[in-house]
Structure formats: structure tokens, C-alpha cells
């Protein structure tokens, strides 16, 4: 199980119900509602209980869940990357969100690719995928310097956009 990962500028850790500012902030950047959604977390206590449920509760079931990133020189949390097992997925899928004031200066990029790296060697899976709207740009240029291609389209929900599929396999 992940405990901890080390990238040249970043660690890459479990969150904890510590964290709950800085995802209270994460959640409601209008950026994470346009490509990822509103998680309807608008208060810290909310933000601590998103924490144990969707994070801390999956660490202890499995090797998934949102993982906190932070920068080696000051210690602060930028970002979340994650591993998630999706009930509509046949394969893991791996996923990132930065607070703006990070972003274009490769941190997402650094701390997936040790993410997707610690999946295959430590974790042994052999393909990871990734879905993402098919105007996220910043999302698409990230996932292809990680080594993963275009796939075709999916839906989580019947009722869902159609979101581009990228995969890599080992
Ligand atoms: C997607 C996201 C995590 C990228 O984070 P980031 O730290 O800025 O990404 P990086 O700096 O590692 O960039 C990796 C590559 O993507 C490309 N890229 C990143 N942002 C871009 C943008 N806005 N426009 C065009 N290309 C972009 C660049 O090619 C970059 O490589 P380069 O630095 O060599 O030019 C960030 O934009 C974000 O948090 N967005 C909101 C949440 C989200 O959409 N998550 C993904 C859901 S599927």
C-alpha cells in the first residue's frame, strides 16, 4: 500500500483529515467543477469527512484513492493524484487536479508519472487507463507525455458526456 513516493520536487502521500483546507480549496476551483465535478464539499467538516470517505477509507480496503502531492521546499499541498478502481471501468484509472497557482510548471506530469511508475512495479498492473472531457486540453497534453494514447470514447453514465479514453500498457 502507498505510503509514500519521493520525486525530485515532490512527495507524493496519503491525505489526511489535516489536508481538509487545502481540498476544501481544490474541490471548489472552478476548474476541478468544468473537468472533474462538484462534489457538493463546501465547508471544512465536509471536507474532513470527503477525506475519510473517499480517501482514508480506500487506502485501508485496497491500494486506490486520491493521493496528497506536496513540494519539498515549503511542505505545502498543491495537489491530489489518484489511482481509482471504477465500478464502470474495466481497468485502474488514474487521474490529477493542481491548484492553479501550480499549474505549467510540470508538477502534474512529475508526480503521475512516479504514481503510474509505482502502479506497475510495485502495485503489477499491467494497463492504466485514463478518461477525460474532450476539451481538457492541459488533461489530454498530460496524459500523452505520460505515455498514454487516444483509445476511443466512453461514458460512465448512460445519461453522461462522451469522455476520451487513454490508456497505456505496461
Ligand atoms: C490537468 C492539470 C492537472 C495539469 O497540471 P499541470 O501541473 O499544469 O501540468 P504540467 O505542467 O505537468 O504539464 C504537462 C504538459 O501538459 C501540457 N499542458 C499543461 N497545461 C496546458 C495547457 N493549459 N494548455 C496546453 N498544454 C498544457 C504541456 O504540454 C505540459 O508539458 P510542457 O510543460 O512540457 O509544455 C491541471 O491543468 C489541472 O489541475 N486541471 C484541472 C483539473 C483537471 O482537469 N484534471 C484532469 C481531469 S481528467
Redesign the pocket.
Known amino acids: 500500500m502507498l505510503n509514500r513516493l519521493e520525486t525530485d520536487r515532490m512527495v507524493v502521500r496519503r491525505l489526511t483529515t489535516e489536508d481538509a483546507e487545502f481540498m476544501l480549496d481544490l474541490l471548489n ?1 472552478p ?2 467543477h ?3 465535478g462538484d462534489r457538493g464539499v463546501k465547508t471544512l467538516d465536509q471536507a474532513r469527512t470527503y477525506i475519510e470517505e473517499r480517501a482514508i477509507a480506500g487506502y485501508e480496503k485496497n491500494s486506490f484513492g486520491p493521493f496528497a502531492v506536496e513540494l519539498k521546499k515549503d511542505g505545502s499541498v498543491i ?1 491530489i493524484v489518484s489511482l481509482l478502481d471504477r465500478d464502470e471501468l474495466e481497468d485502474v484509472d488514474i ?6 497557482a ?9 508526480a ?1 508519472s512516479a504514481l503510474m511508475e509505482y502502479a506497475f512495479s510495485d502495485l503489477g498492473l499491467d494497463r492504466i487507463i ?4 474532450t476539451d ?4 489530454i ?5 505520460m505515455g498514454l494514447a487516444y483509445e476511443g470514447v466512453v461514458r460512465l453514465a448512460a445519461e453522461g458526456p462522451d469522455l476520451q479514453l487513454y490508456a497505456v500498457n505496461r
Open positions: 476551483q476548474s476541478f468544468r473537468f472533474i495537489g487521474g490529477f487536479a493542481f491548484l492553479p501550480h499549474w505549467r510548471q510540470g508538477f502534474a506530469l512529475e503521475s485514463a478518461v477525460t472531457q481538457n486540453i492541459a488533461s497534453k498530460t496524459l500523452e507525455k
